[in-house]
């Protein structure tokens, strides 16, 4: 006799919660028409929450979870939006509510132990007794999860002990890797075992997947953009499985429920009336420049530099989305400026080094590039600008307001999306003081209300 099973799945959503309602129809759809007579999954590989939406960052992601059993997801593993943007106690609590498991193979808090909210791996049996080990990894952003409070295991050991460990319980192996590309072809020289490997974290999309040996490799890109399916034909006489193949959808053709438009509104009112509350009242109104000094980046600057303690700062002007208005400035304003999910950090260079960054920084192909990922969510990086760094007519860099010395150490506060090694690739051996889990928006809160105190005083 042989059996299919149907897996669905999508990945790096970003909470661009435009396409959900359509992924959403789609999946009560394949539910109601599979319940009655067949086995079927549905799962989520990772950064479905992302804080650059305002309905994530009213909610602190637990919106996102809602929506996720609303459409009766079964199993999901965390990316690094969940892992890395939310403190130790918000990810903690994300899932307090939710109606699936979480499977994380590679997590665990500092002492070494699971959280309560993860599961190492799952054997999910279907109603006619198929065994399906479900494991799952999520990306070593090492030095990020122990600021937090969390320790990520090196993902493929961890995934060859706990696929040994399994391997003779289960029929089908699958796994469920927030790793990328690269590294899920890694994982299948080192796990030929592997049935499926379900792809994220590197965006990449496989419209009928992808073999390698015999894994199928599935992915669906990023945004919410597909959906994928998996269709396993299992024979319970060979006990193994007897063909696959992988297919997306791209979500634009599917049909769009007539309530969608109302459940944007509603997310987003959602969103603005959690972030309504008053934090800091602004003298004036301070104005974004991409391409130039701005008021805001003065302002942010010196925040920058006193919330680090820092020598100098270093900053991109496309981090501004909006201006930040005179009088009450709202957690939804400050949401609006800066919505990215980057961090504050400090680099230990010595003169010589910072020396070569300023140039470095000066790339003129640089201001109007359009930047993608590493946290960042505008459009141009904009002009790279400097707090108590100034060059003199004379090409002498002043660091506050002294003459950098070659043979001298300086503290450097910058933003983290610059440690990846994209832009200044020194800075990814650089000794690295990553501040969290405040984002560079709390930063701007907190400089803000010890303004304000200074005034009033």
């Known amino acids: 006799m042989k ?98 498991e979480v499977i994380v193979s590679n997590f665990t808090n500092l002492d070494g132990e699971i959280p309560n909210w993860v599961k190492p791996y799952k054997i999910h049996q279907t109603p006619s007794g198929i065994k399906i080990g479900i494991v799952a990894a999520t990306a070593d952003y090492g030095v990020y999860y122990e600021k937090l409070g969390w320790h990520v295991q090196d993902p493929i050991p961890r995934l060859k ?40 974290h590197t965006h990449h999309l496989f419209e009928e997947g992808k073999w390698l040996g015999n894994t199928l490799q599935a992915a669906t890109g990023k945004f919410g953009m597909y959906i994928g399916r998996v269709i396993l034909e299992f024979d319970h006489i ?88 005179e009088g009450p400035v709202t957690a939804g304003d400050l949401h609006q400026c800066l919505p990215h999910p980057i961090n504050p950090c400090i680099i230990t260079l010595s003169g010589a080094d910072l020396l070569e960054i300023i140039e470095q920084s000066k790339n003129d192909k640089w201001p109007h590039l359009e930047v993608k990922g590493l946290g960042f969510r505008g459009k141009f990086l904009g002009n790279v600008l400097f707090e108590q760094i100034v060059e003199r007519e004379d090409g002498v860099i002043l660091i506050q307001g002294s003459p950098l010395i070659i043979q001298d150490t300086y503290r450097l506060a910058t933003l983290d999306m610059f440690t990846f090694g994209y832009f200044f690739p020194s800075f990814k051996t650089a000794k690295k003081q990553y501040i969290m889990p405040e984002t560079i928006r709390d930063v701007v809160k907190w400089y803000g209300i010890k303004e304000e105190h200074k005034c009033r005083a």
């Open 161 to 200: 002990n706990v696929c040994k460990e399994i391997s003779s319980q289960v029929d089908i192996l699958i796994c469920m890797s927030h790793l990328g590309k690269s590294q899920d072809e890694i994982l299948i020289e080192q796990i030929p075992s592997l049935d499926l490997i379900l792809g994220a």
């Open 238 to 325: 060979s006990k193994k499985i007897v063909s696959k193949e992988a297919k997306v959808y791209p979500t634009d053709e599917l049909p769009v429920p007539e309530y969608a438009s109302q459940l944007q509104m509603r997310w987003e009112y959602e969103g603005k009336v959690q972030l309504s509350h008053t934090v800091f009242n602004n003298p004036v109104k301070l104005e974004k420049e991409w391409f130039h000094e701005s008021e805001l980046a003065k302002f942010f600057g010196k925040g920058l530099l006193e919330y680090t303690g820092a020598d100098c700062a270093m900053f991109p002007a496309g981090i501004f989305l909006k201006d930040l208005p």
């Open 3 to 100: 059996e299919t099973i149907y897996i669905y799945h999508t990945n790096d959503l970003h909470s661009h919660l435009e396409n959900w309602p359509s992924i959403h129809h789609f999946l009560s759809n394949k539910r109601k028409m599979h319940e009655k007579k067949d086995s079927y999954l549905i799962l989520d590989i990772g950064d479905h929450v992302d804080r650059s939406n305002i309905y994530t960052e009213g909610t602190l992601g637990k919106g996102n979870v809602k929506l996720l059993n609303e459409a009766k997801y079964d199993y999901v593993t965390i990316g690094n939006n969940e892992g890395i943007t939310l403190s130790h106690e918000e990810l903690d609590s994300l899932y307090t509510e939710a109606n699936f």
